[in-house]
C-alpha cells in the first residue's frame, strides 16, 4: 500500500467484492438454466460456465478495448 491513499484502496476493494458478487449471481442463474435442462449435473456446469463467461465478458469490457 506504499504510495497508495486509503481511499483509492478501497475503491479497489469494493470493485473487486462486487465483480465477485456479480460473477456469481451470473453463475447462478446460469446453473439454474443448467438445472432445468440438465438435472443436477447441468447445475454445476451452468454455474461454471456463467461465472467464466461472467468474468471474461467483464474483463473484456474494461480492459480489452
Same mark, same amino acid.
Not at 11 to 30: P, Y
Given at each position: 500500500? =506504499?504510495?497508495?491513499?486509503?481511499?483509492? !484502496?478501497?475503491?479497489?476493494?469494493?470493485? /473487486? &467484492? &462486487?465483480?465477485?458478487?456479480? $460473477?456469481?449471481? %451470473? /453463475? %447462478?442463474? =446460469? /446453473? $439454474? $438454466?443448467?438445472? @432445468? #435442462? =440438465?438435472?443436477?449435473?447441468? !447445475?454445476?456446469?451452468? !454455474?461454471? $460456465?456463467?461465472?467464466?463467461?461472467? !468474468? #471474461? /465478458? +467483464?474483463? +473484456?469490457? @474494461?480492459?480489452? @478495448?
Amino acid at each position: 500500500m =506504499a504510495g497508495e491513499s486509503i481511499v483509492a !484502496f478501497v475503491e479497489e476493494w469494493q470493485t /473487486g &467484492f &462486487f465483480l465477485v458478487l456479480a $460473477v456469481t449471481a %451470473v /453463475g %447462478v442463474a =446460469a /446453473g $439454474v $438454466v443448467g438445472l @432445468r #435442462l =440438465a438435472g443436477p449435473p447441468g !447445475f454445476f456446469a451452468g !454455474f461454471l $460456465v456463467g461465472m467464466l463467461a461472467a !468474468f #471474461l /465478458g +467483464y474483463s +473484456y469490457l @474494461r480492459y480489452g @478495448r
